[in-house]
């Protein structure tokens, strides 16, 4: 009888083995897609959104010039997981293709045309949603055909896109994320 005991507790203890074991695996899959999620939550890719707040204007002088300057706001919103930094640069500018604006500049000295932002303007930027409003200075340069302008009064021209970049910088994976959008640039002369 001791034999036959024997057998049903080894047969137990067999099977309370290989159920103990089931659960241990399964406990490891769940570490794993519980790592798997942990991770996602916390290392995902920075989301990066501008606004411009107000329309990035060209300005010229009273007097007929060809150079100007500007200031106008933009909004900043940043979604990251981690700590870093924002920095808010150009990377180009696209004249327009508007054949009045065209008509106006000198056709030689097209490449000439630019809006440039003055400086780089580093933000920084706290894990979760960060939103900060920054006013950008930029300059431009304008090659006009002055003998178009004896008749005109002043106006307002769509002047061209200037290509926003802003790079985030993660600090805690010392990894850069770029980013670009496109602003209209208007050009606002008074003479």
């Known amino acids: 009888m001791s034999s036959g005991l024997e ?18 695996y399964q406990n490891y899959r769940l570490g794993q897609e519980n790592q798997a999620i942990q991770s996602m939550i916390y290392n995902y890719p920075p989301r990066i959104f ?14 007929p010039s060809e150079s100007g300057s500007g200031k106008a706001n933009l909004t900043v919103t940043v979604i990251t997981p981690h700590n870093g930094y924002v920095t808010i640069d150009q990377s180009s500018f696209n004249l327009s293709k508007d054949k009045y604006l065209l008509d106006l500049l ?3 000295r097209l490449e ?14 706290q894990q979760g949603t960060s939103e900060k409003v920054v006013e ?12 178009e302008f004896r008749f005109h009064k002043g106006g307002r021209l769509e002047f061209g896109d ?7 910088f993660d600090v805690q994976s010392n990894r850069s994320y770029p980013h670009t959008e496109s602003i209209p640039v208007y050009l606002e002369y008074n003479w």
């Open 50 to 63: 501008i606004q411009a707040k107000d329309r990035f204007t060209l300005k010229l002088p009273e007097t």
């Open 7 to 24: 057998k049903a507790l080894a047969f137990f203890t067999l099977l309370n083995s290989v159920g103990l074991l089931y659960v241990g």
């Open 136 to 147: 950008i200075t930029f300059t431009g340069y304008v090659a006009f055909k002055m003998e």
């Open 162 to 168: 200037i290509m926003v970049l802003i790079t985030f």
């Open 112 to 125: 000439s045309n630019n809006v440039k932002i003055v400086k780089p303007y580093p933000i920084t930027v």
């Open 106 to 108: 000198d056709e030689e």
